[in-house]
């Protein structure tokens, strides 16, 4: 490992690095805000990937690209005249300070839930109070993450299930609720009731989803993952599938259903 003074030396690297593409890189120099914030969003999913994986060298790697987009935000916004990487810094020192006063102040020792529990309420002192609970959920985040967020802020202001248990007559109303509306839009006649239908049994999935996502969260299961697992094993199998079409010359859609559940079955059965 490094000692403190090499690592602020590789830190100060990258910032002189950061000058000078933007001094003499067309493509960086170009750059704005806006421009950069697809590119930071992919980033992030690159650096979960990583994670997920527990690929450590990799996830050094984007951890490093997502440091680079710190310093590229930052450095925008020092020749705006805005703000530099130590107002950056210096701002969430400051915040971790002050919403740990357990650490940095004269607080008893805290355990990790009168932790989570007084964060929300900190956040809001730093706003004088005005702050509402869910503001800090970003309305751009994908819509998992975003439940999810929104699920544990109510939770740390007291406001969640007395007992786990409960949520599953939820998940079960939210269920049948979502298969009312669904049946409803093979019934409708008009262009006009089957776009109210759609409307309703659009909203009664999103219910489903948020009482599935709650019921994750209350077990201890982060749906991201859950759902990131599935759609990685679904991919296995279908390119399973396709690899076992493909060898005996045949397409896809030449096969009838059957046919492609017993090789589903087969991929399944070999642990794929």
Request: aromatic residues 6%; contains cysteine; charged residues 35%.
């Amino acid at each position: 490992m490094h000692t403190k003074e090499e690592k602020l030396a590789s830190i100060g690297k990258l910032l002189d690095i950061m000058v000078l593409l933007r001094q003499k890189c067309p493509w960086n120099a170009a750059q704005t805000h806006d421009t950069l914030r697809q590119l930071t969003l992919e980033e992030v999913f690159e650096l979960s990937d990583a994670v997920l994986r527990k690929d450590d060298a990799e996830t050094a790697k984007e951890l490093g690209d997502l440091l680079l987009h710190v310093i590229f935000y930052s450095r925008v916004a020092e020749e705006e005249g805005k703000y530099d990487i130590a107002d950056v810094a210096e701002r969430e020192c400051e915040k971790m300070i002050f919403r740990h006063p357990h650490v940095f102040g004269d607080e008893s020792e805290a355990s990790p839930e009168s932790v989570a529990e007084n964060w929300e309420l900190r956040k809001r002192k730093e706003n004088g109070g005005k702050r509402h609970i869910l503001d800090g959920v970003p309305v751009s985040a994908p819509s998992v993450l975003k439940a999810m967020q929104i699920q544990r802020k109510a939770r740390d202001v007291g406001f969640d299930w007395e007992e786990r248990s409960q949520v599953w007559d939820k998940v079960r109303e939210e269920m049948k609720e979502f298969e009312a509306e669904a049946l409803s839009m093979e019934t409708a006649e008009t262009e006009e009731e089957k776009a109210a239908a759609l409307r309703r049994a659009e909203g009664e999935m999103g219910d489903v989803m948020f009482a599935a996502i709650n019921a994750a969260r209350l077990y201890g299961i982060d749906p991201e993952v859950a759902l990131s697992r599935t759609c990685e094993k679904f991919r296995r199998r279908f390119t399973y599938l396709e690899d076992h079409t493909i060898k005996e010359g045949r397409l896809l859609t030449d096969m009838t259903l059957a046919e492609m559940d017993a090789v589903w079955d087969e991929a399944k059965a070999k642990g794929i």
